[in-house]
């Protein structure tokens, strides 16, 4: 299955991108539920909190099983908290590999401060690692409004 950046996936369908990164950032950093795989194959389900950089998904994942999973597998599923005047949703699915790139970490890491306006690095946040998330898979729900009988539903795929 193909898999593509956040950019990539913003510049095929904005009307998707859009909506799914105000999802993300409803609370104004972003906040969102990461599914990985075990290693005996079953799910595992975590809050994160993804930033979308310079046209890309990455997430500062701290030592954790959900790292060790991402590091075994990298398969992910990316679920926006729910919000408060709706039932919209955003998800995502593809691959995550470990950010290589120095100088992106650095940038994504002064980001991240950033839009938590911290002055400080917390205690041992360089123990964590950025993650770049590839897209392969988006559904995006939108309703009127808590019950909303008939969603919308927008799917997409990276491999047509």
């Not at 996936?9 to 599914?35: I, K, N």
């Not at 500062?60 to 991402?70: E, G, Q, T, Y």
């Not at 993650?131 to 019950?147: A, D, K, N, W």
Request: charged share 25%; net charge negative; proline share 6%.
């Amino acid at each position: 299955m193909s898999e593509v950046s956040w950019e990539q996936f913003a510049t095929a369908r904005p009307e998707l991108a859009g909506p799914g990164r105000d999802l993300f950032y409803q609370f104004g950093v972003g906040l969102a539920f990461l599914s990985t795989v075990r290693p005996d194959g079953g799910p595992r389900l975590h809050p994160i909190s993804p930033l979308i950089h310079d046209g890309r998904l990455l997430a500062h994942i701290i030592p954790s099983k959900k790292r060790d999973d991402l590091d075994g597998d990298g398969r992910f599923a990316l679920h926006s908290f729910p919000a408060a005047t709706n039932e919209d949703a955003f998800y995502l699915t593809g691959r995550a590999t470990r950010v290589a790139d120095q100088a992106l970490a650095d940038a994504a890491a002064a980001q991240f401060l950033a839009e938590r306006e911290m002055d400080d690095v917390p205690q041992d946040f360089y123990e964590g690692k950025f993650y770049e998330f590839m897209i392969s898979r988006c559904l995006l729900t939108q309703t009127t409004g808590h019950g909303d009988w008939q969603p919308r539903h927008s799917v997409w795929a990276a491999d047509g």
